[in-house]
C-alpha cells in the first residue's frame, strides 16, 4: 500500500538553529512533492513544490530536497524564529488524487 | 472573502442526525477534495472530484456522502452521525494534478 511517512516525533529547537524534517515515502513515483504549513485549527497553506528533476529547492530561509532513490525529501528551515512553530506536511500525487502525510509538529524557542 | 469558504465553522451534533457541510471555492478549480483530520493521524482523504460528474472515494468514505452542486459547490455529508465522526474537516481546490492545494478554515464537528 501506498505509504507517506514523516518524523513521528515533534521537534524542538532554539531560534536562530536549523530544522530538519524528514519525508519518505512507500509505492508511490511522484513526479513532485509538495510541503504545507499548518498552524493549530487552520487549513494547511502552501509553501513549496519540488519536481522530480530538481534535486534542491529554496525560498527564502525555507530549502527542500528531492532524493527519488531514497524516496525520501527533507525539508529545512534554516534561522529559524519562534513565528516557525506550526506543523508541517509533505504531500504527493498518487493515483491521481493529493495525499498528505502525518505532519511533524515543531516548536522553536525563544 | 476567502477562495475557499466552509460552513459551518463550527457544529455539535446528535448520534444519528444527518448533518451536511459545505465547501463554496471562487478559484474556478475543477479538483476538490474533502478531508477528515485527527490528531496525530494527519489529513485522511474521504472523497473527491475532479469536475461536476466525477466523485470518487478516498480511503475513509463509509458513513459519508457527497455532492457536487456545482463546480464552486462540493457537500458532504454525514448521514447518520456517530461519535467517532467527530473531527476537524477540510475542504480543499486544486486546480491541476501538479499544482498546490487551496484549502478552507475548516469545520469543528462534534457528534455527542
Known amino acids: 500500500s501506498q505509504k507517506i511517512e514523516q518524523n513521528s516525533e515533534a521537534l524542538n529547537i532554539q531560534e536562530g538553529k536549523t530544522a530538519t524534517l524528514t519525508c519518505n515515502y512507500t509505492n508511490y513515483s511522484p513526479a513532485y512533492l509538495q510541503w504545507y504549513r499548518q498552524d493549530p485549527g487552520r487549513g494547511p497553506v502552501f509553501l513549496l513544490l519540488i519536481r522530480e528533476n530538481e534535486k534542491e529547492k529554496r525560498k527564502e530561509r525555507l530549502k527542500v530536497t528531492f532524493d527519488t532513490t531514497l524516496k525520501q525529501s527533507l525539508f529545512h528551515i534554516t534561522a529559524s524564529q519562534p513565528a516557525d512553530s506550526a506543523t508541517y506536511l509533505c504531500?504527493?500525487?498518487?493515483?491521481?488524487?493529493?495525499?498528505f502525510g502525518a505532519g511533524t509538529t515543531v516548536t522553536v524557542r525563544a | 472573502d476567502a477562495d475557499v469558504t466552509q460552513t459551518p465553522r463550527n457544529r455539535i451534533t446528535k448520534t444519528g442526525k444527518r448533518i451536511m457541510l459545505e465547501c463554496s471555492q471562487t478559484k474556478g478549480h475543477d479538483r476538490m477534495y474533502w478531508y477528515r483530520q485527527d490528531p496525530g493521524l494527519g489529513l485522511q482523504l474521504i472523497y473527491y472530484s475532479f469536475d461536476v460528474k466525477d466523485i470518487n472515494k478516498g480511503e475513509i468514505s463509509d458513513g459519508y456522502s457527497v455532492s457536487r452542486q456545482a463546480q464552486a459547490k462540493f457537500s458532504l455529508s454525514l448521514e447518520s452521525a456517530i461519535p467517532n465522526q467527530t473531527a476537524l474537516y477540510f475542504c480543499?481546490?486544486?486546480?491541476?494534478?501538479?499544482?498546490?492545494?487551496?484549502f478552507g478554515q475548516g469545520t469543528r464537528l462534534t457528534v455527542v
Open positions: 504531500a504527493l500525487k498518487g493515483d491521481y488524487k493529493l495525499s
Open positions: 480543499a481546490t486544486q486546480w491541476g494534478p501538479d499544482t498546490e492545494a487551496f
